[in-house]
C-alpha cells in the first residue's frame, strides 16, 4: 500500500470511529434478533452473521474490532441471528423493504472514467495502457427530489391503497431512499406475495384492458370518490390538467379521457422501484444515522411531507470545517455533492469537510492536514 494509500485509510479511519463515538444509530426493533453486517475500512471484506443483545455491545464492537464502511442489520427477524449458515438462523419473519434510486431516471445516471496517470481524466471511455482509473458517478440534488416525489407517491399507496400503516422512509446516505414497512401482519409474507406488492406499485404484469378497459378510444371513469387504486390516480392526474371531461361511453355516464391520455398518464403512476429488494425476504438495510461511506453522508430517517427540495447532500453530512488535501489529478469543474470544483494533480488545497471526505472515499485527493475537522450529530 502506498504512503498516499495509507494516509488515505487512516484519514478515514479516524474520522469513521469518531462518528461513531458519538452513538448515533437508532436501534431496530428486536435487536437481538437481526443479523448485524459490516464492511470493513481495513480489508474491504464482509463481515456478517453478527448478533448482539443490545446497542452498548454492538458500540464495543464497533470501537473495538474493524472500520465500518457500511453498517448493516436485517430486515428478517431469527431465532439464532448469528448462525453462520442461512437454513439454520431460524427465519421468523421479514419487514416489507422498497429502495428507490435517483439514477434511474433520465438524465440521472452520469458517469465518468478518471484517468489518474500524469494528472489526466477521461470523460467515460477506457484510459491509456497502464493508467489507474476510478469510475465516478455524480449525482446532482435535482435527481434526489425527483426520486422523493416517487418516494411519496408510493407511501401514499402503501398507505392509503394497501392500508399499511407502520412506515418509515429515510435517505440512503447516497443516491436513494428505502421504504420500510413494519406491519405485524406482513412479517409472514412470501417471497410471490411480496413479489406481488412490488409488481402492483411498479404497474409490472398490467393487464390495461382489463383495470382501464376502453371503447372506440375513449375510457369511462366513474366519480373521483368512487374510483379506488391505479383507476383513481389516473383520473386525479387526468382532472388536474383537465383532460377529463363528462360524457358517455358505450350508454354508461361518467368522466372520459381519451385513451391515448390514460396510456401516458399510466406510466406515470408506476413507481421505479428496485423489485428485487422488495421480494428478498433475508435483505440487510442500512442502520438508520449510519454512515454511507459511499459519499461519507448518514443514512437519515425523513417524514414523509419533508420538503427536500430545500435540502441538499451537505445537510446530511455530520463532518463541518475544512481539510487540506492534495489531488492526484487535474480536473476543470467536477462535480462533488452538487457543488463543481476544479483539482490540480501534487497542490494542496482546502476544501469544506464533506466535499473532501466524498473525494478521499473516490481516491481522487489524499488529505494532508485534517485537525480543522469537526464530527457532529
Known amino acids: 500500500m502506498s504512503l498516499h494509500a495509507k494516509n488515505r485509510v487512516v484519514f478515514l479511519r479516524s474520522i469513521i470511529r469518531s462518528y461513531y463515538r458519538l452513538k448515533p444509530l437508532e436501534e431496530p426493533l428486536y435487536l437481538h434478533m437481526r443479523e448485524i453486517a459490516l464492511e470493513s475500512l481495513e480489508d474491504g471484506k464482509y463481515i456478517r452473521h453478527l448478533s448482539f443483545p443490545y446497542m452498548e455491545r454492538l458500540y ?9 464502511l457500511h453498517l448493516y442489520y436485517s430486515s428478517a427477524l431469527y431465532s439464532d441471528p448469528s448462525a453462520s449458515s442461512m437454513d439454520s438462523k431460524g427465519w421468523q419473519g421479514s419487514e416489507l423493504v422498497f429502495d428507490i434510486d435517483a439514477d434511474k431516471y433520465p438524465g440521472c445516471s452520469t458517469r465518468l472514467t478518471i484517468c489518474l496517470g500524469a494528472g489526466a481524466a477521461g470523460g467515460g471511455g477506457e484510459c491509456p495502457p497502464g493508467v489507474e482509473s476510478v469510475e465516478y458517478k455524480p449525482v446532482k440534488w435535482e435527481c434526489i427530489v425527483r426520486a422523493w416525489r416517487d418516494v411519496t407517491e408510493l ?9 399499511f400503516k407502520s412506515i418509515e422512509v429515510y435517505f440512503s446516505g447516497n443516491r436513494g431512499f428505502h421504504i420500510r414497512v413494519l406491519d405485524e401482519e406482513i412479517l409472514q409474507l412470501t417471497r410471490d406475495q411480496r413479489r406481488l406488492i412490488a409488481d402492483y406499485v411498479a404497474c409490472s404484469n398490467l393487464d390495461t384492458r382489463r383495470v382501464l378497459p376502453s371503447f372506440r378510444g375513449r375510457v369511462l371513469f366513474r366519480e373521483r370518490e368512487r374510483e379506488h387504486g391505479l383507476r383513481r390516480r389516473v383520473l386525479e392526474a387526468a382532472l388536474a390538467r383537465g383532460l377529463a371531461r363528462k360524457g358517455t361511453v358505450a350508454g354508461l355516464k361518467g368522466l372520459v379521457v381519451e385513451e391515448e391520455v390514460v396510456s401516458k398518464l399510466i406510466g406515470e403512476q408506476c413507481i421505479n422501484i428496485d ?46 470545517g475544512v481539510v487540506k488535501v492534495k489531488p492526484v489529478v487535474s480536473i476543470q469543474g467536477l462535480q462533488v455533492l452538487d457543488e ?36 457532529k450529530l
Open 60 to 68: 464495543e464492537f464497533l470501537e473495538s474490532g474493524k472500520t465500518p
Open 155 to 163: 407511501y401514499s399507496i402503501l398507505r392509503g391503497e394497501l392500508g
Open 275 to 320: 423489485k428485487a429488494v422488495t421480494v428478498d425476504t433475508s435483505r440487510l438495510s442500512r442502520f438508520i444515522n449510519s454512515l454511507n461511506m459511499k459519499s461519507g453522508l448518514r443514512v437519515a430517517r425523513l417524514k414523509p411531507d419533508s420538503s427536500i427540495e430545500d435540502l441538499n447532500f451537505t445537510f446530511f453530512s455530520p463532518f463541518r
Open 340 to 375: 463543481s470544483i476544479s483539482l490540480k494533480a501534487g497542490e494542496t488545497i482546502s476544501l469544506k469537510a464533506p466535499l473532501a471526505v466524498y473525494l478521499a472515499i473516490h481516491g481522487l485527493v489524499f488529505p494532508v492536514e485534517w485537525s480543522g475537522i469537526e464530527v
